[in-house]
């Protein structure tokens, strides 16, 4: 993204999976500070209710959905053969099979190594991209499916969220814009809540 703020300096097709995180916080923060300045009632209510769902997301970055994702995983299925399932695949979720560890023992879940390095990933990762990169080596090296399955439902949720949210701006500031046109009762300078943090 352009470091600038204005519509004209904003190329939405170079909107990736890899700002989607930063992408959205920016604009929840610069929508939250704007919607009161739009002159339109329906483009206010739709600025609102984008901001309502963006608040409501299950986790602000991909490092958090694979940990949720984790976390619930193993909360209910101990992800090894033990003596309380008939049979080792009882220990896994249905979406595991194929995985040529079902039944026997997750590496992610149950070995040190595996778990460790995820530590480190989640740790070091500086961004989205290099989390995704180094966390699907990860799972390739040990053969789960899972987690790139996530990666791809959390880049799709989190894109049309934040593709709705760049078309929210760009209507917003054409909505401000029409105050500057001769009769106006008021101007709004926008650029007075610039933090800095735009694209």
Known sequence: MSTSNTPESIDLDELSSS?????????????????????????????????QQSLQVPASTVSDYIDHQLSEMEAEYRMYDHDRVENGEDAFPDACEGCPHYGGGCPIITW??????LYRIAESATDGTTFKREIRGLATLHDCHRIPTWITQWETRYEGLVEEGWDIYLSIEIDVGLMDSPGAEMKVDLSEDDDGGGY
């Open 19 to 51: 700002g989607l995180e930063s992408n959205l916080e920016w604009l929840r923060k610069t929508l939250q500070r704007r919607v009161k300045h739009i002159q339109d009632d329906e483009l206010k209510r739709r600025a609102v209710r984008w901001i």
């Open 112 to 117: 040190r190594s595996p778990q460790e390095e």
